[in-house]
T-cell receptor, first 119, second 115 residues
Framework: AQSVAQPEDQVNVAEGNPLTVKCTYS??????LFWYVQYPNRGLQFLLK??????LVKGSYGFEAEFNKSQTSFHLKKPSALVSDSALYFC?????????????????FGSGTRLSIRP | NAGVTQTPKFRVLKTGQSMTLLCAQD?????MYWYRQDPGMGLRLIHYSVGEGTTAKGEVPDGYNVSRLKKQNFLLGLESAAPSQTSVYFC??????????????FGPGTRLLVL
């Protein structure tokens, strides 16, 4: 079965410092991995995804994530945090070998990590 | 281009009442989804649709029904609301194009309280 874990409920970082939001996954095949961000009272917004290719993926708002197959991780990173980065971040995974490459995206979401950037 | 919109934004129901949540998208996407978001549990897929006139069950379908009579609309129905259905409901859509189908676009959510 596919699953995704975000081990930290909350991450606190000072503005200007680097940030990391952790994500680990479990799938039977090669995963499709995603990060979404949710600002207060808003829907989720897509940040970035890993499908294939380069393990380092760059996304919106200066975020990037590194796919590490041996550690089954897909941590979200940013070199210098901004107060406006404060939000709820969700990691998600899909196993295309289970659901098919042309089927609808049955994505499994993690429980979310609240990122708080202090000025 | 409004993207994905949801109606209503907030609703209070009494146990046993029924209601329908409306999701509309103007991006001509083939796939549409309904999720519920509960504290500490992330998003869970209720039902989804791969095209007009087709629907399928997701992870937590019990107590909900859906319909996709038009490509741009995806309706979520609660026939007899229960307090356990108190949640925030999100609709999403994605295109069918290979590779692009993986990116989902979300609506702003509907907050439902069942008393």
């Amino acid at each position: 079965a596919q699953s995704v874990a975000q081990p930290e409920d909350q991450v606190n970082v000072a503005e200007g410092n680097p940030l990391t939001v952790k994500c680990t996954y479990s799938v039977s095949g090669n995963p499709y991995l995603f990060w979404y961000v949710q600002y207060p009272n808003r829907g989720l917004q897509f940040l970035l995804k890993y499908i294939t290719g380069d393990n380092l993926v760059k996304g919106s708002y200066g975020f990037e994530a590194e796919f590490n197959k041996s550690q089954t991780s897909f941590h979200l990173k940013k070199p210098s945090a901004l107060v406006s980065d404060s939000a709820l971040y969700f990691c998600a995974v899909r196993d295309p070998t289970r659901w098919g490459y042309s089927s609808a995206s049955k994505i499994i979401f993690g429980s979310g990590t609240r990122l708080s950037i202090r000025p | 281009n409004a993207g994905v919109t949801q109606t209503p934004k907030f609703r209070v129901l009494k146990t046993g009442q029924s209601m329908t949540l409306l999701c509309a998208q103007d991006m001509n996407h083939e796939y549409m989804y309904w999720y519920r978001q509960d504290p500490g549990m992330g998003l869970r897929l209720i039902h989804y649709s791969v095209g007009e006139g087709t629907t399928a069950k997701g992870e937590v379908p019990d107590g909900y029904n859906v319909s996709r009579l038009k490509k741009q609309n995806f309706l979520l129905g609660l026939e007899s609301a229960a307090p356990s259905q108190t949640s925030v409901y999100f609709c999403a859509s994605s295109p069918r194009t290979s590779g692009q189908q993986e990116t989902q676009y979300f609506g702003p959510g509907t907050r439902l309280l069942v008393l």
